[in-house]
């Protein structure tokens, strides 16, 4: 393995780190209200999203993010290509990854001798859905984001995003709008 | 949850488990160290990261916005911390996530114990950061908290580098929307201005809750 990868892994290692440390189960106090909607679940579609969510912007905040499950039941390959939403949520919507910045850089981090623990977001044209694979869309990884968003997303409130697939076209869901991951 | 669609994240995500094995959860079987009533057992231990030798931050200051700009020292009054987080408010993903998640941290603690906890956010995007958008973002998430922005990129470039913090904003054209890359860590700072966890992207609200109580437990107001 690289010295290069061997840097990613650090980092990797780092921010990945409290997400299974000690198998917790994710008890924080959030609200734990109604299942998300947000689900397509057509029986001979096989491409289904689950648990869509987009995050609670602060009024001051231009950009907001949305989240979700993408599984594809299918026997081919897809991928995840584009998403909109409607101009009253926001100007434009991408497919953003988040991403520490040794992976998708070689510049120096010096930092504190733990990798520094920088985070960098960029724009990704595609988000690979292999067939019977599930690609997962959260903090800290990809997301949709909203630029220019028209109105503060309010808790309570959904928010329709269509996703475009290479193979399954457009599949719309409505988001809930939280403050917190469910 | 990982990325199933990643395999390399899937490797990583095996040698997380066994390194956390070795070091995160080092001999504490307690089911739950958070606010559980543990029978004085095992001696708790933290979820984030403690580097040794500890960072020293008591000698930073930085204006405070919600005190019309008074600087505001890394060193929170005697049997307090302060959290402090290095970030922007165009951030979508990153910034608002640990916001909420300290937010529901402090939430779950009980309010005397909460108290006894500041957050202060510093820009690194002073630019775009105004004194009333960085307000506004931080009172989305709290109460009080403390928006520190300076316009001075020596003294802002200090601070950070007293926490060891980068960032580096991404070239654009004037007026055009850009990203900035910058180090995603909590820093808990005690009274005495020592950094005495630090929390990378990623630690549960329950976990930071844990780290706070189980801080302030050793830190009584005196």
């Known amino acids: 393995m690289s010295r290069h990868h061997l840097r990613a892994l650090a980092v990797a290692a780092l921010v990945a780190l409290p997400l299974v440390a000690c198998g917790d189960d994710d008890g924080a106090a959030t609200d734990t209200s109604a299942p998300s909607p947000g ?16 995050r609670t912007s602060p ?34 919507a991408e497919l953003h990854e988040t991403v520490p910045a040794d992976d998708d850089q070689d510049d120096d981090a010096t930092g504190g001798g733990h990798g520094g623990g920088m985070m960098h977001m960029r724009a990704v044209e595609e988000i690979p859905v292999p067939a019977g694979g599930t690609a997962v869309l959260e903090p800290g990884g990809y997301h949709v984001m909203l630029l220019d968003l028209a109105a503060p997303l309010e808790v309570g409130d959904t928010v329709e995003i269509t996703f475009t697939f290479e193979r399954a076209g457009d599949v719309v869901v409505e988001a809930d709008i939280r403050d917190t991951a469910p | 949850m990982e990325p199933r669609s990643r395999p390399l994240a899937r490797a990583l995500a095996g040698v997380v488990a066994l390194l956390l094995a070795a070091a995160a959860c080092g001999g504490d079987d307690a089911p739950a160290d958070a606010g559980s009533a543990s029978t004085t057992a095992a001696p708790a231990t933290l979820h984030g990261y403690q580097r040794e030798p500890s960072l020293e ?50 939430e779950s603690m009980p309010p005397e114990l909460a108290e006894r906890v500041a957050v202060a956010m510093v820009t690194v995007d002073p630019e775009r950061d105004t004194d009333e958008v960085l307000t506004g973002y931080l009172e ?60 990378p992207f990623g630690v549960r609200s329950r976990e930071m809750a844990a780290d706070l109580t189980l801080l302030l437990s050793e830190q009584e107001p005196t």
Not at chain 1, 39 to 54: F, M, N, Q, Y
Not at chain 2, 89 to 104: E, F, H, L, N
Not at chain 2, 159 to 177: L, N, R, S, Y
């Open chain 2, 57 to 106: 931050v008591g000698h930073v200051a930085l204006p405070d916005v919600s005190a019309g700009g008074a600087p505001m020292a890394m060193r929170p009054p005697a049997g307090e911390l302060l959290l402090v987080y290095f970030g922007y408010t165009s951030c979508p993903d990153i910034c608002p996530t640990t916001m909420a998640d300290i937010r529901v941290a402090l």
């Open chain 1, 59 to 92: 009024s001051m905040a231009t950009a907001g993010a949305a989240y979700a499950e993408i599984t594809n039941a299918g026997d081919e390959d897809d991928a995840l290509i584009g998403v909109s939403v409607d101009p009253s949520v926001a100007d434009r």
């Open chain 2, 140 to 199: 989305h998430f709290f109460d009080r908290a403390h928006p520190l922005r300076t316009d001075d990129p020596d003294e802002l470039a200090a601070a950070a580098q007293a926490f060891t913090v980068q960032w580096e904003i991404e070239e654009h054209e004037p007026g055009e929307a850009y990203a900035v890359g910058h180090t995603s860590v909590t820093f808990v700072v005690d009274d005495t201005g020592t950094v005495v966890v630090e929390w």
């Open chain 1, 39 to 54: 689900t397509v679940d057509e029986a001979d579609e096989p491409i289904a999203i689950a648990g869509a969510w987009a």
